[in-house]
């Protein structure tokens, strides 16, 4: 057997150039199919989370927890008036900058925020009751945009506020700035006006109930989830380009190692005179394969690798990251492989109809 292993090397190297070629090719497609799968699996993380304990109550046709909603404080009176123990106003909106940066701003309610939002803290400490209404508490993807740190003064719509923490919740409020509800009131110019009520799920209320013209009821996480499916659908597309070129690739490959097989066909029917079985044969076609494929997907999953550290992808202010998950890497893995086995085919298939005593007496 490694007699077969050493022969199949010794052709590659043969026709070293064109393999270069090959895999980097291939690395191509590793590339850009496990960059994307990573995209995918980060925008399902940072935006498909669904708070099954929490309702939310905004304005219709709105993406309430990103942008768009704005409720009377007069909403949050009639719900307390419903009954409610917990009425949790917030503010979610963005602002530019002269730079046309756009930040995004959470105003949170000090007294209860902390029981509504999981959060970890990197670094300094949490937003509490009694705080400068200058204070800010950054998500880590936000700082890490701004490079700040602990302490810093950062500007928001022109005004200045302290950096007192770093946190991380693995959603997209990682983009956000959060500071108190009254300094994001006062920021917005919106008076006592917020951009939804969070309330708890106690059967008061249900997903689709109407509250009032032009206000709606909806699960926590459904309104921005629903934004985000644009982005998700785009990604599919572009999946499924990648898996197609993919597929050419491959297919390419296998018609350059029957070309290679073609070349050396003379030497192995004589292989297989001298005692080699067929499976033999079939193992030297196959190990061609198998070093283009982990070669081609080497490099492609270190590119993969490096690329977020070169490139950070902002969509509407969302700085999103790929994910790499080993369970989702190695699915890939055997995806890909299992294209690569489907180019093998095409020298298997052509070396089975070979008839091997023909083309010796030829010879």
Request: proline letters at 2%.
């Given at each position: ?72 404080p007069i909403i949050g009176e009639e719900l307390t008036s419903l009954g409610y123990s917990r009425v ?25 925020y902390q029981d509504v939002e999981r959060f970890q803290l990197l670094a300094g400490r949490a937003l ?34 302290q950096v007192v923490g770093i946190f991380k919740t693995g959603t997209f409020t990682d983009n956000d ?187």
């Amino acid at each position: 057997m490694l007699t077969i292993f050493w022969i199949a090397l010794l052709d590659l190297r043969s026709h070293w150039r064109v393999i270069v070629v090959m895999i980097l090719f291939f690395a191509i497609n590793v590339f850009a199919y496990i960059e994307l799968t990573g995209y995918q699996l980060s925008i399902n993380a940072q935006f498909h989370f669904i708070d099954n304990d929490y309702l939310i109550i905004h304005e219709a046709d709105t993406a309430a927890e990103y942008y768009g909603s704005r409720l009377s404080p007069i909403i949050g009176e009639e719900l307390t008036s419903l009954g409610y123990s917990r009425v949790i106003p917030a503010v979610h909106s963005f602002t530019v900058t002269a730079g046309r940066e756009i930040q995004f701003i959470y105003g949170i309610d000090l007294e209860q925020y902390q029981d509504v939002e999981r959060f970890q803290l990197l670094a300094g400490r949490a937003l509490k009751v009694g705080d400068s209404q200058r204070s800010v508490m950054l998500g880590t993807l936000f700082a890490e945009k701004i490079k700040a740190n602990i302490g810093d003064t950062i500007s928001l719509r022109g005004r200045d506020f302290q950096v007192v923490g770093i946190f991380k919740t693995g959603t997209f409020t990682d983009n956000d700035a959060w500071i108190s509800l009254p300094a994001a009131q006062t920021l917005l110019g919106w008076g006592e006006d917020v951009s939804y009520y969070l309330v708890p799920d106690s059967g008061v209320l249900k997903t689709g109930d109407t509250f009032g013209q032009g206000i709606v009821v909806s699960r926590r996480g459904e309104s921005v989830y629903a934004s985000s499916k644009q982005y998700l659908e785009l990604l599919k597309l572009f999946a499924f380009v990648i898996q197609c070129l993919g597929f050419g690739t491959v297919i390419t490959m296998g018609a350059l190692i029957l070309r290679i097989t073609i070349l050396h066909q003379y030497p192995l029917a004589l292989m297989r005179v001298y005692g080699f079985s067929k499976i033999s044969l079939y193992i030297y076609i196959l190990f061609q394969a198998v070093v283009i494929f982990i070669f081609g997907f080497m490099i492609g999953f270190g590119f993969a690798l490096l690329f977020p550290l070169l490139y950070q992808l902002n969509v509407s202010g969302w700085v999103i990251l790929p994910s790499f998950v080993f369970s989702e890497i190695l699915r890939s893995f055997g995806y890909l492989f299992g294209f690569v086995l489907i180019g093998v085919l095409i020298p298997i298939l052509w070396f089975n109809r070979l008839n091997l005593s023909k083309l010796l007496r030829s010879e």
